[in-house]
Structure formats: C-alpha cells, structure tokens
C-alpha cells in the first residue's frame, strides 16, 4: 500500500503586462494553485475535477515534477519528492496529450528508449513490451513512425510507452482529451485495469460522466483552491455529479462574491 | 548518470542516422562547398590560359615583336582588318593589332609609330588580352631611367609570397568555420528546440533521469556529427588547398603535413566550442525556426571577421591585441589558422587557442545543463 501526499501546494506566475491587461488582474503575479492538500492511495482513482483554468495541469505538472511548487512538497510514502525526485519518480508515471512521442521514432524506438530512461533491465523490458503491446493493440504498429499514427494509435502507444516501468501511481492529465469514443473506451478500461492491478491512478478531466463511472474519491479546484474533498457518494449524495459539483461551484462563487 | 547520458546519445545518434537530410548535410555538404569553391576559382583561374585559343590577331607586327605577341596568345593567321574589326565588335574576336607598314621606334619623339589596337570593352576576353598586350608594349617603350632593372638583386626584401599566402590564409579559416557549422546547423537547433516546441523534451524530463544527463546526451550527439562535420570539410579544404596551388603556378605555396594536422586539431577545438554556443541558443529560444536564425548569427560573425583579417586596416588592429586574440573564444581559432598557414605559430599560442576553446565549450555545456534544471525548458 502505497500513499502520495500533496501538501500545501502552491504555484504562482508571472505574466506579461499584456496578459495582464488581458485579464483584467491588479497585479502580474498570477496565483495558480493556491494551498492545494490531498491524498491518494493505492488501489483507488482519485479525481480532480474543475473548470479551464482551475489550476489542475499546474497541480499535475508539480506532482510529476516537470516544475516546481513555490511552496509545499509532494510526498510519496513519506518521502519529499524534493529530496529524493529520481528514486521517486521511478513509481511515478505521468500521461497528458501535451506530453508527446518523438514523430520520427517507431513505437519500438520509444518503448526501448524509454526503457533505457526509466532502468528497466533489457528482459524484463522485452517481457513488458510484448505484454504491453498486445495489451493496447500496437503490435499491429510497432515499427510505423509516430507521425503517420492516428491520434487514437499514438495515444496506446504513449499509454504503453508510460507504464514501462510498472509505475505505484499514474497520474493522468485530460485523459480522454481529442480522443474518438473507442479510443475514450479504452483509456477507461485501462484505468480500471490500472486500478485492479493495484495501482493508483490520479485523473484530471472536466468530464463528470468520466469521474462518476471510475473514481472512487474526488476533489474540485476552484480559482486554484481545492473547495471540496471527499468520496464519491458523498459528494453525490443520490444526485448526479455534474449536478452536486455544480452546486459547490456557486456557492463557493457567491461566498468569493 | 554515465548510463542515462548513453540512453540519450544513442537514441539521438539513431535519429541522426535514420534522417537522411541531416546525413548529407553534415557528410556531403562541407566537403561539397569546399569543392565548390576550389572548382569555381580553378575555372576563374588564368593558369590554364595559356591552354586556351584566342581569337587575337595582328597586321604588320615586326618580327620581334610577333614572337612576342604569339607567346601571349595572339594567331599569326592572316585576317583583313575591316572584317576583323567587325568580328570584334560582335564578339567573334578578340583583339587587332595593327602596325603601320614603316613601324619603327623613334627615340626622338618625333616621327612616332602608330599602332592601332581594337578589342571590345564589353567582352571579358577581349579586355583581357588588351592588358596582356598593353603589358607586353609597355616592355619596349623607350626608357628615360629604369627601376629594379638588375634580375640578379632581389629588391623585395618582404616575402614575396606574402600576399598570396595572405589571401589564402584570410579566406580558409571562415570557409572552414561556416561549412562544419552549415553540416550541423538544423541538427543542433532542433535537438534541443525542435523537442520542446514538440513537447517530446517534457517526456523526457518527467523520467528519473537528471535533466544535466538529458542535455549531455544531447550536446554529445550534436558534437559527434560535428566532428564528422569538420573531418567532411577538411577533406574538401585539402582538395581547395590544392587547387589554389595549381591555380598560383609559380607563385604557388606549400604547406607541410603538420600545418595541416595542426589546423585539423585547432578545428576539433573550435567545433567543441561551436556546438557549445549552439546548444544554448536551441535550449533558449521557443521554437527550432528561431533557433535556426539565431545560430547563424555567430557564424556569420566568424566568418565576416576572417575574411576582414586580409583587410591591412583591420589587421593591424589585431596585430595590436596581440597575444590577446588567442583568450577569445573561437575568434581566436580563426586567427590561429591564418597565422599557422601565413607567419607560423607557437606552442603557447596553439595550446592557449585550444584550452580557451575547450573550456568555452565545458561552460556552454555547463550553462545548457542549468537551463534544464529552470523551469522555463518546461514548454507550456
């Protein structure tokens, strides 16, 4: 059983004067994510649910380590992520569609490479490969380039690709983002594989319907806070969750206005 | 880390291969341009001209003066001069010379000797032999005194090679300089820009791989095609350094084995240094298009600044800095290379041009490997 632990988390940048103007703000200094706390475990799907803009990729992007929080830590198993980010990072995986393949690779040049990134000794990278492509079907494209992929296609690929390394936590950004409903559906089963497997996934979608049919908790980032916390049935409370979420969302407006 | 920074390198070398374009720019095209060069001054050349049939005629020329006139390339076919001046002025010929039938000299001044010369302004060849007989008539004109009459004393007490050498030595280095840095141009903007404006580099930043590894892999990709790069160009520079050769005839210059393997050595350092500044510019700007514009920015420096190195002028300012030149950061290679093919250079001189290189090049990629621990290499 395995336990990530963000917090206080807080992220702030500084836009341009133009950006500035733009949105109508007093000062340059932007604050992302605002004092954001949670916890996810092993074996569940934790969800971070918010409108554009929330701070939810801010929050992702510090959990995978690609920038820093200006204040708090991330902790997995008790350990700072600061202290200890490669150790860490080897039971981390992170998958966004902004993070993409290299297009003049083959699917089997990116699951070697990154094979090789990750420590993954040559067997046991053979025996995931084999697995794993015959998992999401990419053995029918193992040595076509990215770039003549669909989007469909290269989306199994990153999944297989982000796995390599068997990873505690999966933390995925916008998952079903651009993708047809077949490729949606197979994302979501691999989440739920994910989950049987005893893995801990962390999503962040603005799709209730997503959230309701494989989160077992979830969270709602307003304006870079997290406003509400808690299981799923509680949150829903024998509503819909687009309904409930809602609800939450103005009145934590009014009490802003 | 020894092992995330192979992961790299070999995945990078992989797509170097596997990219046609960039294979032949960093192993055909510098050895293409330094033949090119060789080729089209070997075609400018006059060398060979005295190969080459002219269409140069004379009437009447004392027999003296025809031998002379024979060795500079004139026909002692006999032509009718109107026709001939009509094929003159449509290009068909050259040149007429046309001696009166009483030609002589006349010390006095006054009864002189006409000669008639026509030729065509506008036709390259024409002007030519026009300078080439003006040159040969110039020889028989009277003498009031003579300069440096005696063939047997040597007035030039300067090399007389001198401004041969200096051409040649001011040319090559930024020659040398612009065609490695043209073989690995694209490579070096986009392996760092070209990943980051495609979100391939956040992939890699979010593995547990240090991001000083990710950038090493990296540069030493980018320096292992240069230094195909600069073997590729200095292959054509032995080739252009041969036709210079052939070109110059009697005037020509030798250069020994070890002038050569010295300014092989002086390019790998360079090439180092080079790339360094390359990679930085390709981690800092967005996208590979504006690293591609800005990378040709220190090129071009380079190679305008050794080509200004034949101008007196801006010679005698560096010959005024002095050892100085040496402490610059690839300037100083560009000046080193002049010198080894012009004056000669000294130990303290190459290994000063070599240390400073190499070490720009350890703290551009010292700089590279802080640029990828900031934020701001993340591409939102």
């Known amino acids: ?257 | 880390m020894f092992r995330d920074i192979s992961t790299v390198y070999k995945k990078e070398i992989k797509s170097i291969i596997k990219d046609k374009t960039i294979l032949l720019m960093c192993i055909f095209l510098p050895f293409a341009i330094m033949f090119m060069e060789g080729f089209l001054m070997s075609s400018m050349s006059d060398t060979n001209d005295k190969d080459t049939k002219h269409n140069a005629y004379y009437i009447n020329a004392p027999q003296d003066l025809a031998a002379g006139l024979k060795a500079i390339g004139f026909s002692d076919e006999k032509v009718n001069k109107d026709t001939c001046i009509t094929d003159i002025k449509n290009k068909d010929a050259e040149i007429l010379v046309v001696f009166p039938e009483d030609f002589h000299i006349d010390l006095t001044g006054t009864n002189v000797s006409n000669i008639e010369i026509y030729y065509n302004s506008s036709n390259t060849e024409s002007l030519k032999m026009q300078q080439k007989l003006s040159a040969l008539l110039d020889t028989l004109r009277p003498e009031v005194f003579t300069i440096n009459a005696d063939p047997n004393i040597t007035y030039d007490q300067g090399d007389e090679d001198y401004q041969v050498k200096n051409t040649i030595a001011s040319m090559v280095p930024g020659l040398l300089f612009m065609t490695i840095v043209y073989g690995i141009l694209a490579l070096a903007s986009n392996i760092i820009a070209g990943d980051k404006e495609s979100n391939f580099l956040n992939t890699v930043l979010i593995t547990p791989v240090k991001r000083s590894s990710v950038a090493i892999g990296k540069a030493l990709a980018v320096m292992t095609a240069a230094g195909i790069s600069a073997i590729s160009a200095f292959a054509g520079l032995a080739y252009l350094m041969k036709t210079f050769q052939d070109m110059l005839g009697e005037h020509a210059v030798h250069y020994a084995i070890s002038d050569y393997i010295l300014v092989f050595f002086v390019v790998i350092c360079v090439t180092f240094a080079l790339v360094g500044l390359l990679l930085i510019i390709s981690t800092i700007a967005k996208n590979s298009r504006t690293a591609q514009t800005l990378c040709a920015i220190p090129v071009m420096i380079l190679f305008i600044g050794s080509f200004l190195t034949s101008n007196a002028g801006f010679d005698a300012i560096l010959t005024k800095f002095g050892f100085k030149n040496y402490l610059i950061p690839m300037w100083n290679s560009s000046f080193l290379t002049k010198n080894i093919l012009l004056s000669g250079v000294t130990t303290a001189e190459i290994l000063t041009t070599c240390v400073i290189n190499i070490v720009f090049g350890i703290l551009c990629l010292s700089f590279v490997s802080h640029l990828f621990n900031n934020e701001k290499i993340v591409n939102e």
Do not use: W
Request: charged letters at 25%; a neutral charge.
């Open chain 1, 1 to 257: 059983m395995h336990t990530l632990e963000a917090k206080n988390l807080s992220k702030s940048f500084t836009l341009s004067e133009r950006q500035r103007r733009s949105q109508d703000l007093p000062s340059r200094k932007k604050i992302a994510v605002d004092d954001i706390s949670f916890t996810a475990h092993s074996g569940e799907v934790f969800g971070l649910l918010g409108p554009n803009g929330a701070g939810k990729t801010t929050t992702m992007r510090m959990l995978a380590t690609l920038i820093s929080p200006d204040n708090g830590e991330v902790f997995y198993d008790g350990k700072s992520i600061k202290e200890n980010p490669i150790e860490i990072k080897n039971h981390f995986a992170f998958l966004t569609t902004d993070l993409q393949l290299d297009k003049k690779s083959t699917a089997n040049d990116m699951f070697d490479y990154f094979a090789g990134l990750y420590h993954v000794p040559k067997e046991k990278a053979a025996q995931r490969k084999k697995e794993l492509f015959s998992t999401f079907g990419v053995d029918a494209f193992a040595d076509t380039k990215i770039s003549k992929l669909s989007q469909g296609m290269r989306q199994k690929v990153s999944l297989a690709v982000s796995v390599i390394h068997d990873p505690d936590f999966i933390i995925f950004d916008e998952p079903t983002n651009g993708l047809d409903i077949i490729a949606s559906r197979d994302v979501r089963d691999f989440i739920l594989r994910m989950k049987e497997e005893g893995k801990c996934m962390i999503i962040s979608t603005h799709l209730f319907d997503l959230v309701e049919k494989i989160c077992d908790r979830a969270a709602m980032i307003v304006s870079g806070k997290i406003v509400v916390n808690d299981t799923l049935p509680n949150l829903m409370q024998g509503r819909s969750l687009e309904d409930s979420f809602y609800d939450i969302y103005m009145q934590y407006q009014n009490k802003q206005g």
